[in-house]
């Protein structure tokens, strides 16, 4: 069965620097997704970014990056220059072959000014 | 520009009433989704859609129902609710198996 890992409950980082946020995925499908959703405090779960696991490039949208490592089943999201509008619980994705997601615990990010 | 919405962002309810979150999505999208979300549970499916009429339960139906008449509309029922349903619920769409449109939530409250 699939599983996604987040092992970090809580990050802190400061204004306009990078952060990663790990994630690792357990999947023995050969064909998958994985994905990156935010969740701010006022609930809705925002879309960011999206890596296919043919994919050839690491996805990229806008200030988020995935390092995607297929051999060691990661999936971190990287978010550069920091804003304080970051602020926000990320949930790293899958899917399994029926189309139901599976979630990961989450982690909460919260930028410092 | 697809949007999901939901028919209440708070709701605060008694034990024993029957309860309808209501979610309508407008870009003709075949498949749609009802989550509860809990602190450290993360969140979990209680019920899924492929198709009008036709329903799927999820990870956690116990205590719910769904009701799909029209494609864009999706509504979760609890018969009677209790105090173990206040949560957060999210109403999901998609097309295939790629990104699930999110709804802005409905915080229930059960007292």
């Known amino acids: 069965a699939q599983k996604i890992t987040q092992t970090q409950p809580g990050m802190f980082v400061q204004e306009k620097e990078a952060v990663t946020l790990d994630c690792t995925y357990d999947?023995?499908?050969?064909?998958?997704?994985l994905f990156w959703y935010k969740q701010p405090s006022s609930g809705e779960m925002i879309f960011l970014i999206y890596q296919g696991s043919y994919d050839q490039q690491n996805a990229t949208e806008g200030r988020y990056s995935l390092n995607f490592q297929k051999a060691r089943k990661s999936a971190n999201l990287v978010i550069s220059a920091s804003q304080l509008g970051d602020s926000a619980m990320y949930f790293c994705i899958t899917y399994n072959q029926g189309g139901k997601l599976i979630f990961g615990q989450g982690t909460e990010l919260s930028v410092k000014p | 520009d697809v949007k999901v919405t939901q028919s209440s962002r708070y709701l605060v309810k008694r034990t024993g009433e029957k309860v309808f979150l209501e979610c309508v999505q407008d870009m003709d999208h075949e498949n749609m989704f009802w989550y509860r979300q809990d602190p450290g549970l993360g969140l979990r499916l209680i019920y899924f859609?492929?198709?009008?009429?036709?329903?799927e339960k999820g990870d956690i139906p116990e205590g719910y129902s769904v009701s799909r008449e029209k494609k864009e509309r999706f509504s979760l029922i609890l018969e009677s609710a209790s105090t173990n349903q206040t949560s957060m619920y999210l109403c999901a769409s998609s097309m295939s198996l790629d990104e699930q449109f999110f709804g802005p939530g409905t915080r229930l409250t059960v007292l």
């Open positions: 859609s492929y198709d009008v009429k036709m329903k």
């Open positions: 999947t023995s499908d050969p064909s998958y997704g």
